[in-house]
């Protein structure tokens, strides 16, 4: 069975049909690029699944409970925009112990956890600056630890290389790779760039004008006519 399941999801808004019958099951552990061009619903899919925006109708499965009646901070979902949205007044410590605060986490526990997230994007030297001091590829790695020190059951990335150089997209593009391979995290990654889509998944799931018109792997992608 697999681990994320949506089923016959539909969304509007107002009189505009974003999608009105998206299936696709994602397995544990897998990483999946949702990739199709500018306004085809990636990001609302996504949102969706979050409980960012509310469905019209359909299931959303995860580890067999559907998250539709769920409410988003309850849905142990990490989410990941390609603008950062990090909090302009607060420390990256600060940031990335966000979540865990609303949770009520124990300091020392929350201490712990932060250092070790905050290491795991090599980014440990900087727990005490301010979003305004680093680089756009360090406040994206804070954004990835933030979404990850929750332990959340899946991980929603929404182009999260967008606003990035080319050499910088490369690096943290393994980066999240290799830390969704070592946490063996299940991922969802909207990207409109076919290359980071080819290079980066286990599986491309290709989306146009609100459908999933095609799941393959890179490979055969790669080699279809
Ligand atoms: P993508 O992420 O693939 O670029 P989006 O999910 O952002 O696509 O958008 C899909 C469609 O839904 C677009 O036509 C967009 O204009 C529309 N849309 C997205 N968000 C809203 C909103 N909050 N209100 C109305 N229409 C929206
Ligand atoms: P993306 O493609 O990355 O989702 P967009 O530029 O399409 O970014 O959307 C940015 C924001 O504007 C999102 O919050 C989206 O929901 C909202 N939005 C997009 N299209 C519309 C629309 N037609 N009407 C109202 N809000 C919209």
């Known amino acids: 069975m697999s681990y994320l399941s949506i089923r016959n999801l539909h969304k509007t808004y107002g009189d505009t049909q974003v999608f009105s019958d998206i299936d696709c099951e994602i397995a544990k552990g897998e990483l999946i690029t949702l990739l199709g061009p500018s306004g085809c619903g990636k990001s609302t899919l996504?949102?969706?699944?979050?409980?960012?925006?509310?469905?019209?109708?359909?299931?959303?499965?995860?580890?067999?409970?559907?998250?539709?009646?769920?409410?988003p901070q309850k849905r142990q979902i990490g989410m990941v925009f390609q603008s950062y949205a990090l909090f302009p007044n607060m420390t990256v410590e600060q940031n990335v112990s966000f979540g865990l605060r609303m949770q009520n986490i124990a300091k020392d526990e929350s201490a712990r956890r932060v250092a070790e997230v905050l290491a795991m994007v090599e980014l440990g030297e900087f727990a005490r600056r301010y979003p305004s001091q680093l680089s756009g590829g360090q406040c994206q790695r804070v954004a990835l630890a933030r979404s990850l020190v929750t332990r959340p059951r899946l991980l929603l990335l929404d182009e999260p290389l967008s606003a990035l150089d080319a050499r910088i997209r490369k690096h943290l593009r393994?980066?999240?790779?290799?830390?969704?391979?070592?946490?063996?995290?299940?991922?969802?990654?909207?990207?409109?760039?076919?290359?980071?889509?080819?290079?980066?998944?286990?599986?491309?799931?290709l989306m146009n004008a609100g459908r999933i018109v095609q799941s393959a792997d890179a490979e055969t992608l790669y080699t279809a006519p």
């Open 46 to 71: 996504l949102r969706c699944i979050a409980g960012l925006t509310e469905v019209d109708g359909g299931q959303i499965l995860l580890d067999g409970e559907d998250l539709v009646p769920v409410a």
């Open 174 to 205: 393994e980066q999240i790779r290799a830390i969704q391979q070592e946490l063996k995290l299940t991922t969802i990654f909207v990207t409109h760039d076919q290359e980071e889509a080819l290079t980066l998944s286990d599986r491309i799931l």
